[in-house]
């Protein structure tokens, strides 16, 4: 399996509003009656979603949880209508899951491209030159805009390690990771190692993060199947770079040369593939050198090979900020580890339609109908669209609002104004 673990993050996103329609009339001189002329809202930006191959991690959404569109302008007199809010774009690591705070139901899973608007920005209210009837030539009112949808939503990410710590057990890639990132990896002097590996976030700047992996100590001949064997070496293989740890110090007794040459010749049996990785070797415990020439032996051995060689003591905290930087260096040049999610199909929008609607009937015969759920149902209707519309006309019909207009003694040819929407009725 890819080395993974899961990242999360919960955000609140809004829409902007829709900008509200005017009440005006034009005025020129020798223009008697010029008539209303009041312009629409602009429709409110809308929160739009899309994958960026350059993030890995949802650090980012760590220091930022709210995400506001900018709102509609409102419309002005001379027919002008307001000015759009701009959308508001949000970029996240491929595969990252959308799930709803509230039900935990997956309502996006960004695995393509494809951007995905998460909230609709409201529709602009009309300005009164939209109401203006052979029977109703001064309408004095407009419509207001109607609210841009907002959700409190979980990111959720599987990541998969940019990095991959590789080296003999008890050499420091623990210690290593636990100062980079804020993983906790048991840490302790033993010669036998964990069965999963240990994943950090390793945040480098804004908008640089990336994953590193602490993998399992490789012993010699797993790639034949022994000890855990393939387990060990099958989660580094989508790791993009490896840091190669290895102990210099010569506390041990051990030959960092010799233990160099071990576990690459280990890769190079598993996977030709992973062995031609990129590699950064990292003298870990220059702080207690016991032996200076073991460092000298091992830098022209790996630069011979066309390795960079970097000095660090993880345990001390020297030399792993330069490691960091040059890890994030060299990632960004580097392909984008490819991801695939199942790809999700959202479900159609369920409206609530248990709650009264206010319905009240203007001077003019006008029937005004106005609700919570009204508003949010027709924030999912594309007007423009014929199935769209049968829809929502499915829906009005479902709720029973149209019986209660005919209680109410509503006749053919009377005029229903749903907030931006009119049509006359029809039995």
């Known amino acids: 399996m890819a080395s993974s673990f899961i990242d999360k993050a919960r955000i609140t996103v809004k829409a902007g509003n829709g900008g509200n329609g005017v009440v005006a009339f034009h005025r020129e001189k020798y223009v008697a009656a010029g008539g209303p002329d009041g312009g629409d809202g602009g429709r409110g930006g809308s929160v739009i979603l899309k994958v960026d191959d350059n993030m890995s991690t949802l650090m980012d959404f760590r220091y930022k949880r709210k995400y506001v569109a900018p709102n509609g302008m409102d419309g002005q007199g001379a027919r002008k209508s307001g000015k759009d809010g701009q959308d508001l774009v949000i970029r996240v690591p491929r595969g990252t899951l959308v799930r709803d705070a509230e039900t935990g139901e997956i309502i996006q899973d960004m695995s393509s491209a494809e951007p995905y608007v998460l909230c609709r920005g409201g529709r602009g209210g009309w300005g009164n030159m939209h109401f203006a009837t052979p029977t109703r030539q001064v309408p004095r009112f407009a419509k207001a805009g109607l609210p841009g949808e907002s959700h409190d939503v979980i990111l959720e990410l599987k990541l998969l390690a940019d990095v991959g710590l590789i080296g003999f057990p008890n050499v420091g890639k623990s210690t290593l990771l636990s100062v980079v990132s804020k993983a906790q990896p048991k840490i302790a002097n033993y010669h036998f190692t964990t069965l999963y590996p240990n994943l950090g976030v390793v945040w480098v700047d804004e908008g640089v993060s990336f994953v590193m992996a602490d993998i399992p100590g490789i012993i010699e001949g797993a790639s034949e199947g022994a000890g855990l064997g393939h387990d060990f070496l099958r989660h580094i293989d989508r790791c993009r770079l490896l840091i190669h740890v290895v102990d210099v110090s010569g506390s041990e007794g051990r030959d960092p040369v010799a233990d160099f040459d071990a576990i690459n010749q280990e890769l190079q049996q598993y996977s030709p593939e992973l062995a031609a990785r990129p590699q950064i070797v990292a003298a870990n415990k220059v702080d207690i050198l016991e032996a200076p020439e073991n460092l000298e032996r091992l830098r022209a051995h790996v630069e ?92 009005l019909r479902d709720s029973g609002l149209y019986e209660r207009l005919e209680e109410m003694g509503i006749q053919d040819g009377d005029t229903v104004s749903l907030y931006d929407f009119e049509f006359e009725y029809q039995k």
């Open 304 to 395: 011979s090979q066309g390795y960079q060689l970097l000095e660090i003591s993880a345990a001390a905290h020297m030399g792993t900020r330069e490691l960091v930087n040059k890890a994030a260096e060299l990632l960004a040049t580097l392909p984008p580890v490819t991801v695939y999610e199942p790809e999700y199909v959202p479900k159609p929008p369920v409206v609530d339609t248990s709650a009264p609607l206010d319905i009240q009937r203007a001077d003019d015969g006008t029937w005004l109908i106005e609700g919570p759920w009204l508003q949010r149902l027709m924030g999912n209707v594309n007007f423009n669209d014929y199935e769209s519309r049968m829809w929502f006309e499915k829906a």
